[in-house]
């Protein structure tokens, strides 16, 4: 079935650095991806959908300049938390469209746990 | 106001007894589909059922079913026989086919927790 890898699955970084967290299909080609934010103990907000080879559709509330998503090829989106602050603190979790998977195209990485200290 | 809404945060259901976890959304899209995931503490987003808006038939997945009363708005997961395995956070989401918009709607979650 269809796989979506997610690095790192935890990260601790200083407050003002940037961090970048990988989301990989790897099985098939996702034209489309997605990147969530969960707070703990809270639903899932969508943060924004990357399309290969075209900018980011951010949500309303989201900053594009802080959460830079960049999604060069068809199998592979980044999304870099720029001079991260605690309140990026949260679970970034990535899921990727491929319409022969179960979930009728929606297959979700195990997540990153973003602390910035 | 809230596309979906799950209004039970937190259940405690014995062991081998059939749960309910409910789910409500509001879209004034035709098409649309409704998700239910499940959620462990490692955190990963597990899928397990889903019904589209056209379908007739409630979906059945092994265990789980969907109550689906579309003039309700209701789309609750029905887990049979629950296992302890079952504990975790469960997550009812949408997509609506018509806006052009694709990532999906999250309810709150419900925690449920299996006591043997």
């Known amino acids: 079935g269809a796989v979506v890898s997610q690095h790192p699955s935890r990260v601790i970084c200083k407050s003002g650095t940037s961090v970048k967290i990988e989301c990989r299909s790897l099985?098939?080609?996702?034209?489309?991806m997605f990147w969530y934010r969960q707070f703990p103990k809270k639903s899932l907000m969508l943060m924004a959908t990357?399309?290969?080879?075209?900018?980011?559709?951010?949500e309303q509330g989201v900053e594009k300049d802080k959460f830079l998503i960049n999604h060069a090829s068809l199998t592979l989106s980044t999304l870099t938390v720029t001079s991260a602050h605690p309140e990026d603190s949260s679970f970034y979790i990535c899921?990727?469209?491929?319409?022969?998977?179960?979930?009728?195209?929606?297959?979700f990485g195990s997540g990153t746990r973003l602390t910035v200290v | 106001a809230q596309k979906i809404t799950q209004t039970q945060p937190g259940m405690f259901v014995q062991e081998k007894e059939a749960v309910t976890l409910d789910c409500t959304y509001d879209t004034s899209d035709q098409s649309y589909g409704l998700f239910w995931y499940k959620q462990p503490s490692s955190g990963e987003m597990i899928f397990l059922i889903y019904?589209?808006?056209?379908?007739?038939q409630n979906a059945t997945e092994g265990r789980y079913s969907l109550n689906f009363q579309k003039a309700r708005k209701s789309a609750n997961l029905v887990i049979s026989a629950s296992q302890l395995g079952d504990s975790a956070m469960y997550f009812c989401?949408?997509?609506?086919?018509?806006?052009?918009?694709?990532?999906?709607?999250f309810g709150k979650g419900t925690h449920l927790i299996i006591q043997p």
């Open positions: 099985d098939f080609q996702a034209t489309t």
């Open positions: 990357s399309n290969e080879g075209s900018k980011a559709t951010y």
């Open positions: 899921s990727a469209r491929d319409w022969q998977a179960a979930g009728y195209g929606y297959t």
């Open positions: 989401a949408m997509r609506e086919l018509g806006g052009g918009a694709d990532g999906l709607t």
């Open positions: 019904q589209g808006s056209y379908d007739e």
